[in-house]
């Protein structure tokens, strides 16, 4: 679908050479891409697309069906939101930080947004703060919300207003009944709480931008099960913890790798309880997932 300088939305088809252009994306094209197109057939609103209009930014991942390929989740935007749950289901530190590496090597600020704050009871609750704490500290703005009890979502308007923004998460998070309880009226299909099973399930299918009737568009995107990291080499990730890389010039080694080299002051900062260790443990998950393709 393709909504034009009009305002209105078309039925849109691609023409045959883009499917053959881009062969290392599975995604030709994907949600927040500007394109031209040309009228197809009036009576039937079908419309081609032409051309693609060269790309601000975007945002990939690894293509779960295909490891070769990378997939583009969405493009021009201004921010992107995490929506994380502490319960029901449960994100993991990993999932979270795989994705603020991926906004952080894109030049694109990532803000994270713990939902189900309804859900939280003693260990909940500490465990959310202790996360915050973590996130705040390294820069990121953290914001706790409930669609249930209504929390958080004034504060989660202002963040979204005037602004282009991918919403990514697991699936079952909330992603889309956080964008039905900010867009009044836009009634976008979520899940029956009586089909929660915490797995497998997506009720969003396909990625889709909603516009703001302040001003601003909020792309809504199906869960993702895995976030696992493209085009980012070994010796570049600590530049994208925010923690890290201002401490780089401090290692004893330029190219130091922060694993066992003598002299290393990230290794150091985590001792001193500078930096997380749960950030630290993601950055060598990570680095450990990355096959460098250099040699
Ligand atoms: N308790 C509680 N339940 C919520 C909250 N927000 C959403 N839910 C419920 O969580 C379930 C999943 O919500 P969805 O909005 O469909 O989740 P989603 O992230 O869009 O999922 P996918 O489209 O599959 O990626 C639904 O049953 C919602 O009613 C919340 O703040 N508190
Ligand atoms: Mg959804
Ligand atoms: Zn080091």
Redesign the pocket.
């Known amino acids: 679908m393709v909504k034009g300088e009009d305002g209105h939305v078309y039925q849109a088809r691609l023409k045959g050479k883009f499917k053959i252009k881009e062969i290392t994306s599975t995604n030709p094209i994907a949600v927040g891409d500007e394109v031209v197109f040309e009228m197809e057939d009036e009576a039937e609103n079908r419309t081609i697309i032409t051309e693609l209009t060269p790309r601000r930014n975007y945002v990939n991942r690894i293509s779960p069906a295909n490891r070769r390929q990378h997939h583009i989740i969405a493009s021009n935007l201004d921010q992107s939101l995490l929506?994380a749950t502490i319960k029901?289901p449960r994100t993991s530190v990993g999932f979270i930080d795989r994705f603020l590496v991926t906004c952080e090597a894109f030049h694109i600020p990532a803000i994270v947004v713990f939902?189900?704050?309804?859900?939280h009871e003693e260990y909940e609750t500490a465990l959310y703060e202790d996360r915050k704490a973590m996130y705040e500290k390294v820069g990121y703005k953290v914001l706790l919300?409930?669609?249930?009890?209504k929390?958080g979502l004034e504060e989660l308007k202002e963040v979204l207003y005037g602004k282009t923004t991918l919403i990514s998460?697991?699936?079952?998070?909330?992603?889309?009944?956080?964008?039905?309880?900010i867009l009044e009226g836009a009634n976008?299909?979520?899940?029956?709480?009586s089909?929660?099973s915490g797995k497998g399930?997506?009720?969003?299918?396909f990625a889709e931008m909603h516009d703001m009737p302040e001003g601003g568009k909020i792309i809504?995107?199906?869960?993702?099960r895995e976030f696992a990291i493209a085009d980012i080499s070994k010796d570049e990730l600590s530049h994208y913890f925010p923690e890290m890389k201002l401490r780089l010039n401090d290692c004893q080694f330029n190219n130091c790798m922060h694993i066992n080299e003598p002299g290393c002051a990230i290794k150091q900062a985590v001792v001193d309880g500078e930096i997380h260790e749960e950030r630290y443990v993601s950055y060598c998950t990570i680095l450990d997932s990355i096959e460098d393709k250099k040699w």
């Open positions: 929506i029901d939902n189900k704050s309804d859900l919300t409930s669609v249930e009890e929390e998460g697991h699936s079952g998070v909330g992603k889309s009944s956080l964008i039905n309880a976008i299909r979520t899940m029956e709480v089909d929660w399930m997506h009720t969003t299918t809504d995107t199906p869960g993702m």
